[in-house]
């Protein structure tokens, strides 16, 4: 039996048309992925309470940007990565001047700029002086002679009677605090990874 094979067509083009194909499966397959992490890990962040804000720090990106490749890599990162490391390891955080790190309690309010409230910055907004007091079972504490409002903050007291003035606990003070492991990106990312093959191969045939 003699076996003979021919062509139809031009096998250039028909070679060029199918690495286009796959650059083109490729690269929709990691953008897919890179979008499918990023969503993940938003929803992650958002899930462990830690907010919308900080979720939008996700962002992903494919490269090389503006075109097609069979190399084509998608990458993933977030604008405040320390923060998020700190939640996705359970980070131990320490005093920088080995001292106290002092944690405001519900009296103390929030800062004007975001964040946590620091002492300097409560006193020099409420006009009260703090004192620190030494416990020897659980935290020392910084406190402040004043009043509570109705939202429950610590406030100067106008009373020339002194009536309403208490001692109230402004802030904690630990030598140092871990933050619990809230986050596991390292789970979605692998999911994202395992995915791309399938991604590929569906793209590419939709593509043919």
């Not at 990458?75 to 001047?97: C, E, F, Q, Y």
């Not at 002492?119 to 020897?136: I, K, Q």
């Amino acid at each position: 039996m003699k076996l003979g094979v021919s062509i139809v067509g031009d096998i250039v083009r028909l070679m060029d048309a199918e690495v286009k194909a796959g650059e083109k499966a490729v690269t929709t397959a990691m953008r897919d992925a890179g979008t499918g992490l990023k969503t993940a890990w938003r929803a992650q962040i958002t899930g462990a309470g830690l907010g919308a804000r900080l979720a939008r720090t996700i962002r992903s990106e494919v490269y090389p940007k503006g075109q097609p490749s069979l190399n084509a890599a998608a990458l993933v990162w977030s604008k405040a990565p320390v923060i998020i490391g700190a939640h996705d390891t359970g980070l131990l955080i320490r005093s920088k001047n080995g001292f106290w790190l002092a944690i405001p309690t519900p009296a103390a309010g929030k800062s004007l700029r975001g964040g946590r409230i620091t002492p300097g910055e409560w006193e020099r907004r409420t006009g009260l002086r703090l004192r620190f007091v030494y416990r020897r079972t659980g935290p020392s504490l910084l406190v402040a002679e004043g009043r509570l409002n109705k939202k429950g903050r610590a406030v100067a007291s106008r009373s020339k009677t002194g009536r309403g003035l208490t001692t109230v606990p402004i802030f904690l003070l630990v030598p140092q605090v871990r933050l619990p492991k809230r986050l596991n990106l390292a789970r979605d990312a692998e999911r994202a990874r395992d995915a791309v093959p399938g991604l590929i191969v569906t793209n590419w045939v939709d593509a043919g």
